[in-house]
């Protein structure tokens, strides 16, 4: 079975940079089949997805957001993050790391959500 937990921290002050971990169980983050997504979903609107990392470390993010995200990985650790500079209180939200089946394509294993608060 595989499980995903995000973790970082709760609050982040506004123009500072918020950097969450999601830490891989029951599978790696290498194996060809899969990629590996961060999602959001901000107060009473809609997933959105952020970007991905692949099996072999290629990134690709949503052209909203790719001037200030950065996903990257520890293989040693099994776990990928995600770092958004320059936060709003617009980019308050919970945020999701989730598995991305390419073949599907969707999104099959997903974490619990970490709610990211951008306040002073």
């Known amino acids: 079975q595989v499980q995903l937990q995000e973790s970082g921290p709760g609050l982040v002050k506004p123009s500072q940079t918020l950097s969450l971990t999601c830490t891989v169980s029951?599978?790696?983050?290498?194996?060809?089949?899969?990629?590996w997504s961060w999602i959001r979903q901000p107060p009473g609107k809609g997933l959105e997805w952020m970007g991905v990392?692949?099996?072999?470390?290629?990134?690709y993010y949503s052209p909203s957001l790719k001037s200030r995200t950065s996903i990257s990985r520890d293989t040693s650790k099994n776990q990928f993050s995600l770092q958004l500079s320059s936060v709003t209180p617009e980019d308050t939200a919970v945020y999701y790391c989730?598995?991305?089946?390419?073949?599907?394509?969707?999104?099959?294993?997903w974490g619990q959500g970490t709610q990211v608060t951008v306040s002073s």
């Open positions: 990392i692949l099996s072999d470390g290629s990134t």
């Open positions: 029951g599978g790696s983050i290498t194996t060809i089949y899969y990629a």
């Open positions: 989730a598995r991305w089946v390419v073949a599907g394509p969707t999104h099959d294993y």
